[in-house]
């Protein structure tokens, strides 16, 4: 059908859906695809009202009740803490903060089971409850307009409030759009479509001008045109409780059929607005802002009450409780606490499911936690919930697919799924699922089909992040050759200018030698602003090209940029010095209003990058604004440095710039050091948490630590001039003294800043190893640093020729610096040989086998275990036992034949290998290695001979250093090339 | 207390395969009670002794690849199978013949592929098509109706012991095509032949599908199948005949006659809707449908072949998957649907 067919059936359809809703339906409710009607199952619980829940020994609360970065404990394990104090903050922007649900001692803080698919333990503050349950002091806002948006979206993050509808995404998060976004709709959700779940229901009829009241401050933060509140048809007490509290104000109450999941944002987004949410974007971007009814019950809270987040109204249901109902459960309650609660009479449970039937987790153990989330608690009976009948095959009797609200074809998903072949699921747009198990519900064969799609889910965004992975390997390595070459024409442009000025300072004598020196620095101001415009337009080409390394172009050109200005700063101050050197100050206060006025572009920059990035919903989006923070931190101290300049500068008597600077330097060393140790003290707590960004912040406090270091340096070096230049003032004696002190500042920095590479070198490694996700990030820091050092290295070499007036420095650079330029084709060429048509049969062939491999195994593991939960429970007779045992053999046989097949194909991969380039694949791996450590000892001898040797020694290691590293990366290619020619990337 | 770990849904509906496949075997009743009634105990003889040869057919295949058999027969399955191809069978047809028929489409068309759900093709009309084509005479004698055979004779043409050539008669389409390949060109030679007239399609014929039709509308209020294979396979059908018959009324037969003649009901609601071999998606289902209906016209008016179901129905399972893939529904939050294979 054509695209004008399509939209011509959709026009003709919503003009039939028009007619029969003007029939049936209250105006403008639309409809979505599928749907399901399951038993409700809420007359279980929807008759008694809400009743306080059990107030248990202890209370377990997770550090990650929400989406987002967990918060941070801020009570250690013997604190006393009240009911509502705040006992763990949220860090990054999206996060929440955590607080005591009642009066006790904080007795440990360490890893919980918690409810997660997995079955994984996360880090917990527990409590011992006293049972005296006493408030902290706390006191509500009367009248909330008179409080700024922002002021009460900070309110509302540091309430801890989170969507409580089933996501717990932070709603600090949701409420604060910018001023950009208009909001068209606010919809309230209280659809409640999961069967079982009537918290919502009972929270309506009983607290429902509470509830409008938190509606009103949404609409005060958000300014919707207009507000809508979405309520199942099967609740009509609540729509009427609704109804009148509303009475008067300009919220719309929509009464939407019962179906389910209309409680689906998408879903519920299309029934109020009829609009649908683009695949891969957020509602905000389509102008509607979703929030839940608990959540504005939470807000209200909140906001008028002053009382944080602390409980919530969770259903507990099921026939395995004798008393089922809504409880206001406080948050941290062991969920066997609450079934203990709803006076469980010794009734058989056979399954425990925290959230709804349909979408919700089977708890794997009683002791987890109700946390913000949880809105229902069914802990059904072996007859309510039964184990699910074996899967029988698919008949493609299309029934998901009627009932899928997504409009997808969920039998196609299914046998691609099956069949691995994930290309062809997400051509059936497999990532659009909404995972709300429709079909699994529906489908006569019993096919756990949300399962398949979970698997098949993860393997995607696996692919998709080694894909990242792999892009990123790459950039990095034509950046870094890019860096080389660049940094090669700087250092040599640097020797021409030095040679230069060696020459001219022989022929027109010492009395020349500023203007010489003039020239070099325009020189070298020159190359440098050369350098830079590359860079920008190096950097805009990857813009246009949305390439991803965008960020550290642009951090490349910024540091281009500021080299430039350096060198065009130093020509002014060579220029200015020659003839008068008198305004040091001003000169001073010049640069500084330059460094504000990048440091504020970066920080500009900085936000605006944030903000795309969470425009796209990028996951970095908290480092990003991390960083502009710190930029921004940057700027402000570079201000008040400024305006401390701009007042010194007039007044530029000497002794007090020289107390000054030691005294500030004292100041900087005890910064450096405290967050130098607070650092180490993160980096070590972090790794008791087993935290992936451990690696990270041991690099960072390395880093500080090399910080701290320096300023050390520094401020010996400043007590050391203080009392030796009585008179700074005179240029003569000044530049006499001076002299010499540059050279051993520069030393000192050179041996930092190595000291920091080394450390990153190691950190980056070590996050390699750890297979952690910010390896790439430290590489390029590592990068970053490795740059900061050579460039120190050349200015000390600079200033070691500059200084004393030496006669060897400029004949010895001998012509070694040529050789780097060994042929990089030699070693590929011997594998062009190799047959390509063959290597990508073979390439399929190996993929192939691996995916058999893979099913085959898993379906293996699944019959074992399968096996071993029958014999277990002794649900399956000895025939079925036995019958089982032969399948989960055969299926081992199947494993294990693939795994053969594989395993011959890759040894007939390597010994192609062998043919073509004469060697095996170890051989080229040992090679690549040697190669790799003879470049990594060279590095080191360069580096320890750097202080003492002569120049000419020196040059003529590093170029043979280069050398080495252009054989390491010849190695490397043909390694590469070898293995992905073959298929055999592992 | 030991609990059961599971991913959503936790609950499911109560039915099963075997429910739905027991759904299609009730709805053909009232179609086997109209050809009871109009041929004789033909039909239900073939029917019961084609289901006995499919479930022990595989049953036989299943213990021969380990699987196992109470749980793969509960799903019915093979007795749709048996029961369609039983149904299409002439009510003349010896032991034999439905012998053969139906352990070839068990074991052939549908295990050795893999079983329920991996069959490319409908396995019915896949043993009805080896039979058309390996035994023209014996799957053409239909016998006279509004004629019944009494369960005697039936059971003798059955077991081999009574000729069928005393008592066969020829179908209404048999009738149209064979007046015509006679030359007939004139309304009153057609008129001629009582046989295809009958209260409003072919004599006999018709009370048939109409029962089936009947049976077909059973399964759609129960939502067994949906509308869209046997709205498109009858539209496919009639409206060509409507235009060709309007065009030229001697040589084309009016739409009702096209439409209440041989398999055609049995074809729309039954056979075209085997969901294994069908297109999956709605808009697939119904362009499916459509070719088939087209293909059966073009096929009973220009072919070979009085009737065309099975070779139709065929033709479009081995374009199925093709249909599939340029039919994929818009899915929410995409402009348009993706096409082609990926
Ligand atoms: S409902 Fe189940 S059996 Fe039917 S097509 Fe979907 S997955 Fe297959
Ligand atoms: S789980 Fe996914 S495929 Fe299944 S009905 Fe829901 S959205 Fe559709």
């Known amino acids: 059908m054509s695209q004008a067919q399509t939209n011509k059936t959709r026009k003709t359809r919503s003009v039939f859906a028009r007619l029969a809703s003007g029939i049936r339906r209250p105006a403008s409710i639309h409809d979505f695809h599928g749907g399901i009607h399951p038993p409700e199952m809420k007359h279980l619980s929807n008759g008694t009202p809400i009743v306080p829940g059990p107030l248990p020994q202890q209370l377990v609360l997770p550090l990650n009740m929400h989406i987002g970065a967990p918060a941070k404990p801020l009570v250690a394990p013997g604190d006393k803490v009240l009911k509502g104090q705040m006992i763990a903050e949220p860090i990054g922007a999206v996060s929440a903060a955590i607080h005591a649900p009642t009066s006790g001692t904080v007795s440990a803080i360490g890893p919980r089971p918690i409810q997660h698919p997995s079955g994984m333990d996360a880090v917990c503050i527990v409590i011992d409850t006293d049972g005296e349950d006493q408030w902290v002091e706390h006191q509500g806002i009367a009248d909330y307009t008179e409080k700024s948006p922002a002021e009460l979206v900070d309110l509302i993050r540091h309430a801890g409030i989170a969507g409580m509808g089933g996501a717990g995404f932070p709603t600090s998060i949701k409420v604060n759009l910018g001023d950009h976004q208009r909001v068209e709709q606010l919809l309230i959700n209280a659809v409640e479509c999961e069967p079982y779940i009537t918290a919502d229901d009972r929270l309506m009829r009983e607290r429902a001008e509470q509830i409008v009241t938190g509606i009103h401050i949404l609409q005060y933060l958000l300014n919707p045109r207009r507000t809508l509140i979405g309520i199942e048809d099967n609740k009509p007490e609540a729509i009427s409780a609704i109804k009148r509290a509303c009475k008067g104000c300009d919220i719309e109450v929509r009464v939407v059929p019962t179906k389910y999941p209309s409680g689906g944002e998408k879903q519920l987004i299309q029934l109020l607005t009829g609009k649908e949410v683009a695949s891969g974007q957020l509602p905000a971007q389509v102008g509607v802002v979703c929030q839940n009814v608990g959540t504005a019950y939470a807000i209200k809270r909140a906001v008028c009450d002053g009382e944080p987040l602390v409980s919530r109204v969770t259903t507990l249901t099921g026939d395995g409780v004798s008393q089922p109902g809504n409880y206001e459960v406080l948050l941290g309650t062991p969920v066997r606490d609450l079934l203990a609660h709803g006076n469980l009479a010794g009734l058989d449970i056979g399954r425990l499911v925290m959230g709804g039937p349909m979408m919700g987790f089977t708890l794997h153990n009683p002791g987890v936690p109700v946390v913000k989330t949880t809105n229902c608690i069914i802990a059904a009976s072996p007859e309510e919930l039964p184990e699910p009948p074996p899967e029988q095959p698919c008949i493609r009797c299309g029934s998901c697919a009627e009932v899928c609200p997504a409009n997808l074809l969920p039998q196609q998903l299914y046998w691609h799924a099956k069949n691995d072949d994930l290309e062809k699921a997400q051509h059936h747009n497999l990532m659009d699922c909404i995972e709300c198990g429709a079909c699994a519900y529906v489908c006569p064969s019993h096919i756990p089909l949300v399962q398949y799609y979970r698997y098949a889910k993860g393997e995607v965004r696996q692919q998709a992040a080694d894909q990242v992975k792999a892009d990123k390997a790459r950039q990095r390595f034509e950046a870094r050759q890019a860096r080389i070459e660049q940094e090669q024409a700087e250092k040599e442009a640097r020797r021409q200018a030095r040679l230069e000025a060696n020459r001219k300072k022989k022929e027109a004598g010492p009395a020349a030698a500023s203007t010489v020196d003039v020239a070099a620095l325009k020189q070298a101001s020159l190359d440098a602003s050369k350098a830079y415009k590359a860079a920008v337009k190096a950097a805009k080409a990857a813009e246009a090209e949305g390439a991803d390394n965008l960020a550290e172009l642009k951090a490349e050109v910024d ?29 001073a206060v010049a640069k500084l209003k330059k460094q504000v006025g990048d440091a504020s572009s970066a920080y500009k920059a900085a936000v605006k990058a944030a903000k795309a990035a969470e425009a796209e919903g990028a996951d970095n989006v908290a480092e990003l604004k991390a960083q502009a923070d710190t930029l921004k931190a940057n700027a402000d101290a570079l201000k008040a440095e400024l305006r401390e300049a701009k007042t010194n500068a007039p007044a530029a008597a000497a002794p007090v710039a020289q107390a000054d600077p030691v005294a500030e330097l004292k100041k900087q060393v005890g910064d450096a050091s405290s967050a130098y140790k607070a650092a180490v003290k993160a980096a070590r707590q972090a790794d008791e948490d087993g935290a992936d960004n451990a690696a990270d912040l041991r690099a960072e406090a390395d880093r500080l630590k090399a910080v701290a270091d320096q300023l050390k340096a520094d401020l010996r070096d400043a007590k050391a001039n203080a009392p030796a230049s009585p008179a700074p003032t005179s240029p003569s004696t000044a530049t006499a003294e001076e002299q010499p002190d540059p050279v051993a500042a520069l030393k000192k920095q050179v041996g930092d800043a190595s000291l920091a590479y080394k450390a990153a070198v190691k950190a980056a490694k070590q996050a390699d190893e750890d297979g952690a996700d910010n390896a790439a990030d430290l590489h390029s820091e590592v990068a970053r640093l490795k740059a900061i050092a050579d460039q120190l290295k050349a200015e000390l070499r600079d200033a070691k020729a500059a200084a004393p007036p030496t006669p060897k420095a400029a004949p010895a650079a001998t012509a070694t610096t040529d050789s780097p330029a060994v042929s990089e084709e030699q070693a590929p060429q011997s594998l062009s040989e190799v047959d390509p048509e063959q290597a990508a049969k073979r390439q399929k062939r190996l993929k192939g086998l691996k995916t058999a491999y893979n099913m085959a195994h898993k379906q293996y593991k699944e019959a074992h275990a399968a096996y071993e939960r029958a014999e277990r429970n002794e649900t399956a007779n000895a025939d079925e036992l036995q019958a089982m045992q032969v399948k989960i053999d055969k299926l081992k046989a199947k494993a294990d034949n693939a795994r053969d097949a594989l395993d011959a194909l890759v040894e007939e991969a390597k010994a192609d290998i062998r043919a073509h380039t004469g060697k095996d694949l170890k051989t080229l791996k040992l090679e690549a290695a040697r190669a790799e450590s003879a470049l990594a000892d060279k590095q080191q001898e360069l580096e320890q001979q750097r202080s003492s040797a002569s120049e000419d020694t020196l040059e003529a290691l590093s170029s043979e250093l280069q050398a080495l590293e252009s054989e390491t990366q010849i190695a490397r290619k043909a390694l590469k090339q070898a293995v992905e020619e073959q298929g055999l990337a592992e | 207390m030991s609990l059961i770990t599971s991913t959503s849904p936790h609950a499911t509906v109560k039915n099963n395969t075997g429910a739905f496949m027991r759904q299609v075997i009730y709805a053909t009743l009232p179609g086997l009670a109209v050809l009871t009634w109009q041929f004789g105990w033909g039909s239900v003889i073939n029917v019961l002794w084609a289901v006995i040869v499919a479930l022990v057919s595989e049953a036989l295949f299943l213990k021969a690849r380990g699987r196992n058999i109470a749980f793969y027969l509960k799903d019915y399955s093979a007795v749709v199978t048996a029961v369609l191809l039983g149904l299409a069978l ?69 077991t081999g012991q009574l000729p069928v050539d005393g008592l066969s008669g020829a179908t209404p389409l048999d009738t149209f095509r064979t007046a015509h390949s006679a030359g007939a060109v004139s309304e009153s030679e057609l008129a001629s032949h009582g046989i295809l007239h009958g209260q409003f399609a072919g004599l006999g014929w018709e009370w048939v599908n109409l029962a089936f039709l009947l049976g077909g509308l059973y399964l759609i209020s129960r939502k067994i199948i949906t509308w869209h294979i046997p709205l498109g396979f009858l539209a496919g059908l009639g409206l060509p005949a409507l235009l060709a018959w309007l065009i030229d009324p001697v040589r084309f037969a009016d739409p009702l006659f096209q439409l209440f003649s041989g398999g055609a009901m049995l074809g729309a609601f039954f056979i075209a809707t085997d969901p294994v071999s069908a297109a999956t998606s709605r808009m697939g289902r119904l362009i499916y449908a459509l070719l088939i209906g087209l293909l059966i016209w073009v096929i009973r008016s220009f072919g070979g072949y009085p009737d065309a179901v099975a070779f139709s129905v065929l033709l479009l399972n081995l374009s199925a998957p093709f249909i599939d893939y340029y039919t994929q529904p818009r899915t929410y939050g995409h402009k348009s649907s993706n096409r082609g294979v990926s």
């Open chain 1, 559 to 587: 540091r281009l940029k500021a080299v430039a200005d350096k060198a065009k700063a130093a020509v002014r101050d060579a220029k200015d010095g020659a003839p008068v050197a008198a305004a040091p100050a001003e000169d």
């Open chain 2, 90 to 158: 002439p009510p003349t047809a010896p032991w034999w013949l439905t012998l053969i028929g139906v352990s070839f489409a068990i074991i052939v068309a549908k295990q050795l592929y893999g079983g329920l759900g991996m069959n490319p093709f409908n396995p019915a009309m896949v043993g009805y098509v080896l039979l058309l084509i390996s035994f023209p005479v014996a799957m053409t004698q239909w016998l006279s109706p509004g004629e019944p055979l009494s369960f005697v004779q039936s059971w003798q043409l059955f």
